[in-house]
């Protein structure tokens, strides 16, 4: 698919990424490394941030203003994960109503990565991706999918890509592999949403949110 990989003015986005459940870190920071080259295809300039899990603990970066161009995913236990009370197999959950501006919260669960992991080793062809990145893919094309239905609002599922509903094999063998991306259509309404976000956030003053209650 062709994408737009040249940086519009306003394109920037910053990921606060809590991982609560205790991803390695290397698995992690390859993740995050992935979901910024995905977001990039898509024109974008995605900003993936290691994230306080305490008041005790110092942000790697001072958060400074923050406002709608900046988001918050949290990586949640199998625990933390049952007591949102979803369906056993999801990988992550973007909560609120599709048709809410500005919403900026996402959680992926670390079991469910894990899962698909180690269904994915039948799939993957001629071992082109060693085990131990296959998590890191999955948890990076489920920060973009999760991200995704914040930056597409409605009808944000579609057909094929990252942003289908349901990934099949094929799909879990082209994530590992890392074939998926956004389509060019997905791509155009993502930098719109976002150049949206980034014009508002001058206008808004927040602070970087504190642990929630479960996970202190």
Not at 14 to 28: F, I, K, P, R, W
Not at 94 to 121: Q, W
Not at 123 to 145: F, W
Request: proline content about 6%; aromatic content about 8%; overall charge neutral.
């Amino acid at each position: 698919m062709a994408q737009a990989r040249e940086l519009a003015p306003n394109s920037r986005i910053t990921v606060y990424v809590y991982n609560y459940a205790g991803v390695d870190e290397s698995t992690l920071h390859r993740a995050q490394r992935v979901a910024r080259y995905l977001f990039r295809e898509a024109g974008v300039d995605a900003v993936l941030l290691d994230g306080p899990l305490s008041s005790e603990e110092q942000p790697v970066q001072e958060a400074g203003e923050l406002g709608p161009s900046d988001f918050f995913l949290h990586i949640l236990t199998r625990e933390a994960a049952e007591s949102l009370g979803l369906r056993k197999y999801a990988l992550g959950l973007a909560p609120g109503t599709p048709d809410e501006l500005n919403r900026n919260v996402v959680y992926l669960f670390d079991h469910i990565a894990e899962k698909l992991a180690i269904e994915g080793g039948p799939v993957r062809p001629s071992r082109i991706v060693s085990s131990s990145d296959e998590k890191a893919q999955i948890l990076a094309y489920g920060m973009a999918h999760e991200i995704g239905h914040l930056l597409l609002g409605s009808n944000s599922h579609g057909p094929f890509g990252i942003m289908r509903a349901r990934w099949n094999k094929k799909d879990l063998c082209d994530i590992i592999c890392g074939f998926l991306l956004f389509t060019p259509e997905e791509s155009q309404r993502i930098r719109g949403e976002v150049a949206r976000r980034n014009q508002e956030k001058s206008a808004l003053r927040v602070s970087v949110p504190m642990s929630p209650q479960w996970a202190r």
